[in-house]
Protein backbone atom coordinates (compact mmCIF):
# COMPACT_ATOMS: atom_id res chain seq x y z
CA UNK A 1 0.00 0.00 0.00
CA UNK A 2 1.21 3.80 -0.63
CA UNK A 3 0.54 6.64 1.34
CA UNK A 4 -0.37 9.83 -0.31
CA UNK A 5 -0.50 13.28 1.20
CA UNK A 6 -3.80 14.08 2.66
CA UNK A 7 -4.95 16.96 4.91
CA UNK A 8 -5.95 15.15 7.68
CA UNK A 9 -8.60 16.55 10.86
CA UNK A 10 -5.84 16.04 13.04
CA UNK A 11 -3.66 18.98 11.44
CA UNK A 12 -2.20 21.00 14.78
CA UNK A 13 0.19 23.34 13.31
CA UNK A 14 -0.07 25.48 16.13
CA UNK A 15 -0.26 22.76 18.82
CA UNK A 16 2.66 21.03 17.34
CA UNK A 17 5.11 23.01 15.12
CA UNK A 18 4.28 26.41 16.17
CA UNK A 19 6.05 25.63 20.00
CA UNK A 20 8.35 23.19 19.38
CA UNK A 21 7.83 22.90 15.79
CA UNK A 22 11.32 21.06 -7.28
CA UNK A 23 10.22 18.01 -8.99
CA UNK A 24 9.86 14.39 -8.27
CA UNK A 25 12.80 13.26 -7.20
CA UNK A 26 14.30 9.99 -5.22
CA UNK A 27 17.18 9.69 -3.10
CA UNK A 28 20.38 9.86 -4.63
CA UNK A 29 23.87 11.69 -3.97
CA UNK A 30 24.10 12.86 -0.20
CA UNK A 31 24.61 15.83 1.29
CA UNK A 32 25.45 13.80 4.55
CA UNK A 33 28.16 11.91 3.13
CA UNK A 34 31.08 14.01 4.49
CA UNK A 35 34.54 13.15 5.99
CA UNK A 36 34.31 16.11 8.02
CA UNK A 37 31.00 16.53 9.15
CA UNK A 38 29.14 13.10 11.06
CA UNK A 39 25.34 13.21 10.70
CA UNK A 40 23.01 12.92 13.75
CA UNK A 41 21.04 11.19 12.13
CA UNK A 42 22.09 8.30 9.90
CA UNK A 43 21.14 7.51 6.65
CA UNK A 44 18.63 4.19 6.52
CA UNK A 45 16.81 2.37 4.74
CA UNK A 46 13.57 3.13 5.68
CA UNK A 47 13.57 6.90 5.15
CA UNK A 48 15.38 6.15 1.44
CA UNK A 49 11.33 4.80 0.71
CA UNK A 50 10.01 8.30 0.86
CA UNK A 51 9.78 10.44 -2.05
CA UNK A 52 8.47 13.45 -2.68
CA UNK A 53 7.65 16.45 -5.52
CA UNK A 54 6.51 19.78 -5.69
CA UNK A 55 8.95 23.14 -5.46
CA UNK A 56 11.24 23.95 -2.78
CA UNK A 57 10.22 25.67 0.25
CA UNK A 58 6.32 24.87 -0.75
CA UNK A 59 4.17 22.08 0.60
CA UNK A 60 5.43 19.14 -1.03
CA UNK A 61 3.10 15.93 -2.02
CA UNK A 62 4.74 13.08 -0.25
CA UNK A 63 4.65 8.98 -1.18
CA UNK A 64 5.62 6.31 1.30
CA UNK A 65 4.57 2.48 1.62
CA UNK A 66 2.50 2.20 4.92
CA UNK A 67 3.36 1.49 8.05
CA UNK A 68 6.75 3.05 7.68
CA UNK A 69 8.93 1.96 11.00
CA UNK A 70 12.22 2.54 11.70
CA UNK A 71 14.14 1.58 14.82
CA UNK A 72 15.88 4.29 15.30
CA UNK A 73 15.88 7.40 13.31
CA UNK A 74 17.05 7.51 10.07
CA UNK A 75 17.14 10.57 7.15
CA UNK A 76 17.56 10.11 2.84
CA UNK A 77 17.90 12.63 0.77
CA UNK A 78 15.33 13.45 -1.74
CA UNK A 79 17.23 16.75 -3.35
CA UNK A 80 20.69 16.87 -2.44
CA UNK A 81 20.78 21.02 -3.21
CA UNK A 82 23.79 22.99 -4.59
CA UNK A 83 23.92 24.84 -1.05
CA UNK A 84 26.99 24.83 1.91
CA UNK A 85 26.91 21.52 4.34
CA UNK A 86 25.53 22.41 7.56
CA UNK A 87 28.14 22.06 10.83
CA UNK A 88 26.51 21.50 14.30
CA UNK A 89 25.87 24.53 16.36
CA UNK A 90 24.66 26.50 12.79
CA UNK A 91 21.71 28.19 13.30
CA UNK A 92 19.06 27.23 10.06
CA UNK A 93 16.16 28.04 8.53
CA UNK A 94 13.80 25.46 7.41
CA UNK A 95 10.24 24.69 6.64
CA UNK A 96 8.77 20.83 7.47
CA UNK A 97 6.09 19.05 7.16
CA UNK A 98 5.06 15.62 9.60
CA UNK A 99 2.90 12.58 8.61
CA UNK A 100 1.93 9.49 10.07
CA UNK A 101 3.55 6.71 9.31
CA UNK A 102 0.90 4.48 9.76
CA UNK A 103 -2.05 6.08 7.77
CA UNK A 104 -0.06 8.73 5.14
CA UNK A 105 -2.13 11.89 6.69
CA UNK A 106 -0.33 14.59 7.44
CA UNK A 107 -0.16 15.84 11.39
CA UNK A 108 1.38 18.94 10.62
CA UNK A 109 3.73 21.24 8.72
CA UNK A 110 5.07 24.63 9.07
CA UNK A 111 4.05 27.51 6.92
CA UNK A 112 5.88 27.61 4.04
CA UNK A 113 4.83 31.19 3.65
CA UNK A 114 7.11 33.56 2.83
CA UNK A 115 5.68 36.74 4.78
CA UNK A 116 5.91 34.48 7.94
CA UNK A 117 9.19 33.20 9.91
CA UNK A 118 10.44 29.68 9.19
CA UNK A 119 10.82 27.17 11.48
CA UNK A 120 14.60 27.72 13.48
CA UNK A 121 17.02 25.48 15.16
CA UNK A 122 20.53 24.92 15.88
CA UNK A 123 22.26 22.21 13.45
CA UNK A 124 22.52 18.98 15.69
CA UNK A 125 21.14 20.86 19.18
CA UNK A 126 20.09 17.21 21.30
CA UNK A 127 16.14 18.94 21.68
CA UNK A 128 14.37 17.37 19.59
CA UNK A 129 14.43 15.72 16.15
CA UNK A 130 14.38 18.35 14.14
CA UNK A 131 17.45 20.09 14.99
CA UNK A 132 19.48 16.84 14.57
CA UNK A 133 18.39 16.37 11.88
CA UNK A 134 19.79 19.12 10.28
CA UNK A 135 23.28 18.69 11.08
CA UNK A 136 25.58 17.57 7.72
CA UNK A 137 22.67 18.48 5.59
CA UNK A 138 23.30 21.32 2.79
CA UNK A 139 21.11 24.24 2.26
CA UNK A 140 18.79 23.88 -0.53
CA UNK A 141 17.95 20.51 0.00
CA UNK A 142 14.98 18.61 0.93
CA UNK A 143 15.36 15.68 2.65
CA UNK A 144 13.01 12.65 4.63
CA UNK A 145 13.37 11.71 8.01
CA UNK A 146 12.14 8.88 10.16
CA UNK A 147 11.43 8.23 13.56
CA UNK A 148 8.14 8.89 16.89
CA UNK A 149 6.01 11.43 17.79
CA UNK A 150 8.32 11.13 21.00
CA UNK A 151 11.35 12.13 19.00
CA UNK A 152 10.04 14.87 17.90
CA UNK A 153 8.43 16.24 20.90
CA UNK A 154 9.34 14.36 23.63
CA UNK A 155 6.86 12.72 24.64
CA UNK A 156 2.90 12.01 23.60
CA UNK A 157 1.18 15.12 22.06
CA UNK A 158 -2.47 13.81 23.79
CA UNK A 159 -4.00 16.86 22.60
CA UNK A 160 -3.65 15.46 19.28
CA UNK A 161 -3.96 11.56 20.31
CA UNK A 162 -0.44 10.93 19.60
CA UNK A 163 1.24 8.27 21.43
CA UNK A 164 5.18 8.79 22.07
CA UNK A 165 5.57 5.30 20.05
CA UNK A 166 3.88 6.49 17.12
CA UNK A 167 5.64 6.70 14.39
CA UNK A 168 6.35 9.50 11.98
CA UNK A 169 7.61 10.41 8.66
CA UNK A 170 9.04 14.34 8.24
CA UNK A 171 10.03 16.23 4.93
CA UNK A 172 12.14 19.01 5.43
CA UNK A 173 13.42 21.45 3.13
CA UNK A 174 16.40 23.86 4.53
CA UNK A 175 16.17 26.89 3.54
CA UNK A 176 19.05 29.31 4.90
CA UNK A 177 21.76 28.72 7.15
CA UNK A 178 23.68 31.13 9.63
CA UNK A 179 26.69 30.85 11.98
CA UNK A 180 25.97 29.43 15.95
CA UNK A 181 27.94 32.35 17.50
CA UNK A 182 30.76 35.20 16.47
CA UNK A 183 33.77 33.63 14.63
CA UNK A 184 35.95 36.50 13.77
CA UNK A 185 39.52 37.47 14.63
CA UNK A 186 39.48 38.93 18.77
CA UNK A 187 40.28 42.54 19.32
CA UNK A 188 41.42 44.03 21.94
CA UNK A 189 39.70 45.44 24.78
CA UNK A 190 39.00 49.77 25.09
CA UNK A 191 38.92 52.07 28.02
CA UNK A 192 35.62 53.11 29.59
CA UNK A 193 33.95 49.81 27.74
CA UNK A 194 32.51 46.49 29.91
CA UNK A 195 34.90 43.54 29.85
CA UNK A 196 33.02 40.54 28.02
CA UNK A 197 34.47 36.94 28.46
CA UNK A 198 32.21 34.08 27.19
CA UNK A 199 32.22 30.36 27.88
CA UNK A 200 33.01 27.76 25.24
CA UNK A 201 29.62 27.97 23.81
CA UNK A 202 29.71 31.32 23.12
CA UNK A 203 27.78 32.93 26.01
CA UNK A 204 28.59 36.27 27.34
CA UNK A 205 29.77 37.11 30.36
CA UNK A 206 29.97 40.80 30.88
CA UNK A 207 31.51 42.91 33.56
CA UNK A 208 30.52 46.57 33.88
CA UNK A 209 32.97 49.04 35.11
CA UNK A 210 32.19 50.72 38.57
CA UNK A 211 32.26 54.42 36.94
CA UNK A 212 29.69 56.69 35.76
CA UNK A 213 28.69 55.65 32.06
CA UNK A 214 29.59 57.25 28.61
CA UNK A 215 27.87 60.13 27.47
CA UNK A 216 27.77 59.35 24.04
CA UNK A 217 27.15 56.14 21.84
CA UNK A 218 30.33 53.57 21.98
CA UNK A 219 30.20 51.07 20.13
CA UNK A 220 33.53 48.46 20.10
CA UNK A 221 34.66 45.28 18.15
CA UNK A 222 35.12 42.00 20.35
CA UNK A 223 35.38 39.82 17.29
CA UNK A 224 36.25 41.14 13.82
CA UNK A 225 34.21 38.61 11.29
CA UNK A 226 35.09 39.02 7.74
CA UNK A 227 31.34 38.49 6.52
CA UNK A 228 29.27 41.32 5.11
CA UNK A 229 28.93 44.52 6.31
CA UNK A 230 25.41 45.50 7.72
CA UNK A 231 23.77 47.95 5.75
CA UNK A 232 21.12 50.27 7.45
CA UNK A 233 17.38 48.53 6.54
CA UNK A 234 18.99 44.63 6.53
CA UNK A 235 17.56 42.18 8.35
CA UNK A 236 20.06 40.56 10.45
CA UNK A 237 20.12 37.32 12.62
CA UNK A 238 21.77 37.83 15.89
CA UNK A 239 22.35 36.82 19.31
CA UNK A 240 22.62 39.51 22.09
CA UNK A 241 22.49 40.38 25.93
CA UNK A 242 20.69 44.01 26.84
CA UNK A 243 22.23 45.01 30.51
CA UNK A 244 21.53 48.07 32.82
CA UNK A 245 24.57 50.20 33.41
CA UNK A 246 23.30 51.47 36.61
CA UNK A 247 22.44 47.90 37.90
CA UNK A 248 24.80 45.54 36.15
CA UNK A 249 21.82 43.00 35.26
CA UNK A 250 20.80 41.30 32.25
CA UNK A 251 17.47 42.60 31.27
CA UNK A 252 17.10 40.61 27.71
CA UNK A 253 19.08 37.80 26.28
CA UNK A 254 18.48 35.36 23.53
CA UNK A 255 20.93 33.17 24.77
CA UNK A 256 19.05 32.77 27.61
CA UNK A 257 16.28 31.25 25.34
CA UNK A 258 18.61 29.47 22.79
CA UNK A 259 17.30 30.82 20.38
CA UNK A 260 18.42 34.05 18.28
CA UNK A 261 16.46 36.45 16.85
CA UNK A 262 15.79 38.86 13.43
CA UNK A 263 15.83 42.41 13.71
CA UNK A 264 15.63 44.95 11.30
CA UNK A 265 18.32 47.24 11.73
CA UNK A 266 17.20 50.92 11.47
CA UNK A 267 15.89 53.19 13.98
CA UNK A 268 12.58 52.12 15.34
CA UNK A 269 12.07 56.07 14.43
CA UNK A 270 12.26 55.52 10.72
CA UNK A 271 11.18 51.94 10.75
CA UNK A 272 8.36 50.45 13.23
CA UNK A 273 10.32 47.18 13.21
CA UNK A 274 13.58 48.45 13.85
CA UNK A 275 15.90 48.72 16.98
CA UNK A 276 16.05 51.80 19.18
CA UNK A 277 18.26 54.53 17.61
CA UNK A 278 21.34 53.64 19.33
CA UNK A 279 22.10 50.00 18.58
CA UNK A 280 20.86 50.40 15.08
CA UNK A 281 23.93 53.34 14.62
CA UNK A 282 26.09 50.78 16.32
CA UNK A 283 25.26 47.70 14.46
CA UNK A 284 25.73 49.55 10.81
CA UNK A 285 28.63 48.93 9.42
CA UNK A 286 29.23 45.91 11.51
CA UNK A 287 30.61 42.60 9.96
CA UNK A 288 29.19 38.82 9.97
CA UNK A 289 30.88 36.95 12.05
CA UNK A 290 31.74 39.76 14.57
CA UNK A 291 31.15 40.22 18.18
CA UNK A 292 29.95 43.69 19.21
CA UNK A 293 29.42 45.70 22.26
CA UNK A 294 27.31 49.14 22.29
CA UNK A 295 26.96 51.45 24.88
CA UNK A 296 23.38 53.63 24.66
CA UNK A 297 23.07 56.49 26.35
CA UNK A 298 19.24 56.94 27.46
CA UNK A 299 19.01 59.76 24.54
CA UNK A 300 18.80 57.36 22.13
CA UNK A 301 17.23 54.83 23.76
CA UNK A 302 13.69 54.67 24.34
CA UNK A 303 11.44 57.52 24.43
CA UNK A 304 10.41 58.75 27.94
CA UNK A 305 6.74 56.73 28.80
CA UNK A 306 7.94 53.83 25.98
CA UNK A 307 10.39 51.81 27.62
CA UNK A 308 9.51 48.29 29.07
CA UNK A 309 8.93 47.59 32.27
CA UNK A 310 12.34 45.68 32.81
CA UNK A 311 14.17 49.43 31.90
CA UNK A 312 14.07 52.07 33.63
CA UNK A 313 13.84 55.74 32.33
CA UNK A 314 16.50 56.97 31.79
CA UNK A 315 18.52 54.23 31.90
CA UNK A 316 22.20 53.73 29.99
CA UNK A 317 21.75 50.50 28.42
CA UNK A 318 24.93 47.81 27.21
CA UNK A 319 24.26 45.29 24.10
CA UNK A 320 26.64 42.55 23.54
CA UNK A 321 25.40 41.36 20.19
CA UNK A 322 26.92 38.15 17.84
CA UNK A 323 26.40 38.84 14.15
CA UNK A 324 25.07 35.22 12.73
CA UNK A 325 23.67 36.82 9.24
CA UNK A 326 21.96 38.49 7.29
CA UNK A 327 18.94 37.28 5.60
CA UNK A 328 17.82 37.62 2.11
Not at 201 to 208: A, M, Y
Request: a negative charge; hydrophobic letters at 45%.
Amino acid sequence: MTATTRRSARTASALLLATALAGSLVACTSPFASDVCVPAVPEGASAALVSASGAFGSAPTVDFPTPLRSETPQSAVIDAGEGDQIAAGQIVDFQVSLFSAVSGDLITQSSYDDAQAPLRRTAGAEIDLLAESLQCATVGSRFAVTGTVGDVFGGPVDEAGLAAADPVVLVFDVQAAYLGRASGTPQLGASGIPAVVTTPDGIPGVTIPDEEPPTELRAHTLVLGDGAPIAEGDRAVLHYSGLLWDTKTVFDSSWDRAAPVTFTIASFEDDPNGVVPGLAAGLIGATVGSQVIVVVPPELGYPEGQSPATIPAGSTMVFVVDILGIEG
